[in-house]
């Protein structure tokens, strides 16, 4: 199989202009994994399987699977509110006052996704962070709808900090990585001196400077680098009903269930249709699967796991920009050939569809982003500006609330639907940018 998956990778790499990558599989409980590129251009740095990748959002697994297991020692209730257990921490007033961890791990907290704000290198980051949002209006109330968030995920972070008294990073060493034997995958920056390391690459393969780990984003994807195969035993072990690889038993039954719980559904549903405690679930070939995907300025990756197929697929790439398009192709090769199954074929417009404009006209805010939906000649378009730039582009029918924009920029690194969520009167209430949910402001 190792050579089966050094040939996928490497053809796909090439095809993607992705400088690094890494791929592991575990099929049935057997192992394999492969490396392509070089981890840095600059210096000819060939990938091995223990260079570690910065690996963006998947870190929210990771995040989940602590809270889920201080829940299972009793020192969290995940339908209690969090602010019973934060004191301190400006949380946003009114309704949000009432989040719980569920509704954090789930992305149904109603949080902003919140700004990409660097609070600094102290013990007390993730805490300075979640004081920011007193100031970020909600999306909607907890319960209420889907709305992706960094934000959510970083208040789950300093629920573990308070809860067990150690920082984010320290508790993930102690009480994730070494249970597990994840020995290449670490948060802090002064680890990383000594482990091989990935640097990210622009789209034509330049190194990406500076290197940037905002340690207060940490618990949602900023800092943790880590290695397919250190990806590969965490969805091994969810796969597992909790248990990992080496036989040390990390969550319970009743934890790994709410990994395969749908609690929403997405309205756009293009990366996702429904997410989880932690994990988001889609359907490839009528076959559940289950996962979480992430990208930053140094690096991308995607971890996935298929209970019906008894296997898991974990990517990283060091050219953020092509990191999604590159896994689908990955995982879409490897599917064909190991398990039996096709992945989805993205859907077509169809511009004979009604758009009745009015629904959707208006103006959607996030704390850093404006959309501006307009009526266009048989259909609408939306403006977007954030940090000084803008994009136009039409967003063309898919059925049922959803479009898909004319512009691909639209999703900056992805390449996903939008779709509107109506009110109680049919007029929408947000706007989602693929995972991300704006407010109706006008």
């Known amino acids: 199989m190792n050579e089966l998956l050094d040939g996928l990778l490497s053809d796909a790499a090439a095809r993607h202009g992705v400088m690094g990558a890494q791929l592991a599989v575990v099929m049935d409980g057997e192992r394999a994994q492969a490396a392509a590129g070089v981890a840095n251009a600059e210096l000819g740095t060939p990938v091995t399987g223990e260079t570690l990748f910065q690996i963006g959002s998947t870190t929210k697994l990771h995040t989940a699977a602590l809270v889920l297991g201080l829940a299972d020692a009793g020192l969290v209730e995940l339908d209690r509110p969090v602010a019973d ?17 569920r509704h954090l791990l789930s992305m149904t907290s109603g949080l902003d996704n919140g700004p990409y704000a660097d609070t600094g290198r102290g013990d007390d980051c993730v805490a300075r962070y979640v004081d ?29 900090e308070r809860v067990t008294g150690a920082t984010w990073d320290a508790a993930l060493r102690d009480r994730l990585a070494a249970p597990l034997g994840l020995a290449h995958t670490v948060s802090l920056p002064e680890e990383l001196p000594y482990h091989r390391v990935a640097v990210g690459h622009d789209a034509a393969g330049r190194v990406v400077r500076p290197w940037l780990l905002s340690r207060g984003l940490g618990p949602s994807g900023s800092t943790l680098c880590s290695t397919a195969a250190d990806l590969a035993v965490l969805g091994q072990t969810l796969l597992d009903g909790g248990v990992a690889p080496g036989g040390v038993r990390l969550l319970s039954a009743e934890a790994v269930e709410a990994t ?19 994990p988001y679930t889609k359907v490839w070939d009528g076959v559940a699967v289950y996962g979480h995907g992430g990208t930053n300025l140094g690096g991308s990756s995607t971890l996935v796991w298929i209970p019906e197929r008894n296997a898991v697929l974990a990517v990283t790439a060091n050219t953020p920009s092509q990191g999604y398009p590159f896994a689908e192709e990955v995982f879409g090769a490897v599917c064909s050939e190991l398990l039996g199954l096709a992945l989805p074929v993205r859907e077509e417009p169809d511009a004979g569809l009604p758009v009745d404009a009015s629904l959707y006209t208006g103006v959607y805010e996030t704390c850093d982003t404006r959309y501006e939906v307009a009526e266009r000649p048989g259909g609408i378009a ?23 924009p004319s512009d691909d920029r639209l999703g900056g690194m992805h390449r996903w639907d939008v779709a509107f969520v109506p009110g109680r009167d049919g007029r929408a209430v947000r706007f989602m940018n693929g ?8």
């Open 85 to 101: 257990r934060l004191p301190g921490p400006r949380l946003p007033p009114g309704p949000l006052r009432d989040v719980t961890p």
């Open 132 to 160: 920011l949002l007193a100031d970020v209006p909600p999306v909607f109330e907890p319960g209420e709808g889907f709305g992706y968030s960094n934000a959510s995920t970083v208040v789950s972070g300093l629920l573990v």
């Open 260 to 278: 395969r719980t749908p609690h929403v559904e997405v309205e756009a549903r293009w990366f996702a249709e429904q997410w989880c405690a932690g």
């Open 382 to 404: 939306v403006t977007t500006t954030s940090g000084g730039g803008g994009l136009t582009c039409d967003l063309l029918p898919l059925g049922g609330h959803r479009f898909w």
């Open 435 to 442: 995972a991300f949910a704006a407010r109706r402001t006008a």
